[in-house]
Each structure stands twice: as structure tokens, then as C-alpha cells.
């Protein structure tokens, strides 16, 4: 196992959560770290991908200024904290990793180019 997401769970509204994912990856510092989320009969999207340096972050309209995306480079860790949850952000969310910064200029299909997944963790958001 390469990649492990931890933190979902069952919050109302308004709240928050802090999504983590663990890396075992010997590369982890060069690579570019992607959050992606699925809602149940919908396709994958791009989420939040913070570049090899950690200070270069890009997010999807739909979460920007709610959503913040960090990693700690010693640690082999990525971290997703998400503020005021709306229930349309209810998904499995995965963090990926990889050579690829596509998602930064072309979200859309960009996950076709992550070269490793975790198996995700479920954020249900309720009113």
C-alpha cells in the first residue's frame, strides 16, 4: 500500500474535517500530491494538487476558499482541511500522487495521469 487516507466521516453543514493521507512512496518530495473526490453516480474530479515544493497549490472552483491542501515533505503526509462542508461536497475523496501537473492547467480527465491512489475515504456532508 502506497497511499492511505484517514479523517472522513459524518458532519452537518457549516462544519469541518481534516482529510489525511499517508505515502509510502520513496519519491514522495518530488512528487505532485492531488485530492480527487467521487460522488455516488458521478465521474472522479479534481479536487486540490499542491506541487513537489508544497507552496504552489491549485484548486477546483467549486472548493476554492473553503478547501485548503498542505503536505509535510518529512513526514510523507498530504492533508486536505475542509471548511464550511455543503452537502454537494458528500463524496469518497482520494489523494493521489505523481509526476504529472496536468491537473493544474486541465482538471477535467487529469486523473488518467496520477500514477498512484489510495482507496479513499467518505466525507458525507448532511443539512
Known amino acids: 500500500v502506497q497511499l492511505a487516507e484517514s479523517g472522513g466521516g459524518l458532519v452537518q453543514a457549516g462544519g469541518s474535517l481534516t482529510l489525511s493521507c499517508a505515502a509510502s512512496?520513496?519519491?514522495?518530495?518530488?512528487?505532485?500530491l492531488d485530492w480527487f473526490r467521487q460522488a455516488p453516480g458521478k465521474d472522479r474530479e479534481f479536487v486540490a494538487a499542491?506541487?513537489?515544493?508544497?507552496?504552489?497549490?491549485y484548486y477546483a472552483d467549486s472548493v476554492k476558499g473553503r478547501f485548503t491542501i498542505s503536505r509535510d515533505n518529512a513526514k510523507n503526509m498530504v492533508y486536505l482541511q475542509m471548511n464550511n462542508l455543503k452537502p454537494e461536497d458528500t463524496a469518497t475523496y482520494f489523494c493521489?500522487?505523481?509526476?504529472?501537473?496536468?491537473?493544474?492547467?486541465?482538471?477535467?480527465?487529469?486523473?488518467?495521469?496520477?500514477?498512484?491512489w489510495g482507496t479513499g475515504t467518505l466525507v458525507t456532508v448532511f443539512s
Open positions: 493521489a500522487a505523481g509526476t504529472s501537473e496536468l491537473c493544474v492547467v486541465r482538471p477535467a480527465g487529469c486523473d488518467d495521469d496520477m500514477d498512484y
Open positions: 512512496l520513496d519519491t514522495f518530495d518530488s512528487l505532485t
Open positions: 499542491a506541487l513537489w515544493s508544497g507552496r504552489a497549490t
